[in-house]
């Protein structure tokens, strides 16, 4: 079992940035896809972002194509993403989560069952 702890949400303005972190721990990070997934206010979880085990290929939602960029450093199992020009709709716990099975090719796979690990979740608060 994989631990994943979230790190670097907080309160920032709509056009603003921030940068999350989440450091993992218990097991080998480096042949494990990672992934960001976020729930708002009344709403389900959804899927935001993927990275294959390589750090080689990444998908995103369409809700944020273009502003959010997901990274993997695996010398430090962490990962990241960085959100650029944030809207209020953005508002959300954030929650890093690693696949279920090792060497996982379905990177573009949104479905939230490809996860077996999750963390705590970071809030995340765009004011507008």
């Known amino acids: 079992q994989v631990q994943l702890v979230e790190s670097g949400g907080g309160l920032v303005q709509a056009g603003g940035s921030l940068r999350l972190s989440c450091a993992a721990s218990g097991r080998a990070f480096s042949i494990y896809g990672m992934g960001w997934l976020r729930q708002a206010p009344g709403k389900e979880r959804e899927f935001v972002a993927a990275?294959?085990?390589?750090?080689?290929?990444?998908y995103y939602a369409d809700a944020v194509k273009g502003r959010f960029t997901i990274s993997r450093d695996n010398a430090k199992n962490t990962v990241y993403l960085q959100m650029n020009s944030l809207k209020s709709e953005d508002t959300a716990v954030y929650y890093c989560?690693?696949?279920?099975?090792?060497?996982?090719?379905?990177?573009?796979?949104?479905?939230?069952?490809?996860?077996?690990?999750w963390g705590q979740g970071t809030n995340v608060t765009v004011s507008s």
């Open positions: 990275i294959t085990w390589t750090g080689t290929i990444t």
């Open positions: 989560a690693a696949d279920a099975r090792p060497f996982y090719s379905g990177v573009y796979n949104n479905r939230l069952e490809r996860f077996g690990s």
